[in-house]
C-alpha cells in the first residue's frame, strides 16, 4: 500500500514557476515507478511526466518538455515536478501516482492517485 500527498500547488502569473512535491508512505515506494498527471476543468486526465524506480528514465508530455522537470528523492520518499515557464494552459489539478509495474504515460498503468493540487496561471 501506497498512500502519495501533494503540495506546492497555488497561483502563479505566466511566466512563473512553481515547484509541486509528492510524499509517499509504505516500504515498497522505492520500487513504484512515479507519474504526474493533470486534470484542467471540463477536461480527461492528462499524462504530464513520469519517472522510473531508479530515477535514471523521465519521460514528458510534448506540451511540458522542456519547461517541466520530474526528479525523485528514494531516501525522503518524494517525488517533485518543477514546473518554469508557466502558461495559463497549465491550469488544472495536478495529481501524483504510483506504479508497481514501469512508469508509462497512461492513467490505467497506476495503482495509487494522491487527492491533488490545485495550479493556476494567470495571464
Known amino acids: 500500500q501506497v498512500q502519495l500527498v501533494e503540495s506546492g500547488g497555488g497561483l502563479v502569473q505566466a511566466g512563473g514557476s512553481l515547484r509541486l512535491s509528492c510524499a509517499a508512505s509504505?516500504?515498497?515506494?522505492?520500487?513504484?515507478?512515479m507519474g504526474w498527471f493533470r486534470q484542467a476543468p471540463g477536461k480527461e486526465r492528462e499524462f504530464v511526466a513520469a519517472?522510473?524506480?531508479?530515477?535514471?528514465?523521465?519521460y514528458y508530455a510534448n506540451s511540458v518538455k522542456g519547461r517541466f522537470t520530474i526528479s525523485r528523492d528514494n531516501a525522503k520518499r518524494t517525488v517533485s515536478l518543477q514546473m518554469n515557464s508557466l502558461k495559463p494552459e497549465d491550469t488544472a489539478v495536478y495529481y501524483c501516482?504510483?506504479?508497481?509495474?514501469?512508469?508509462?504515460?497512461?492513467?490505467?498503468?497506476?495503482?495509487?492517485w494522491g487527492q491533488g493540487t490545485q495550479v493556476t496561471v494567470s495571464s
Open positions: 509504505g516500504r515498497t515506494f522505492t520500487s513504484y515507478g
Open positions: 519517472i522510473n524506480w531508479r530515477g535514471v528514465s523521465r
Open positions: 501516482a504510483a506504479a508497481r509495474d514501469g512508469s508509462g504515460a497512461y492513467a490505467r498503468e497506476y495503482d495509487y
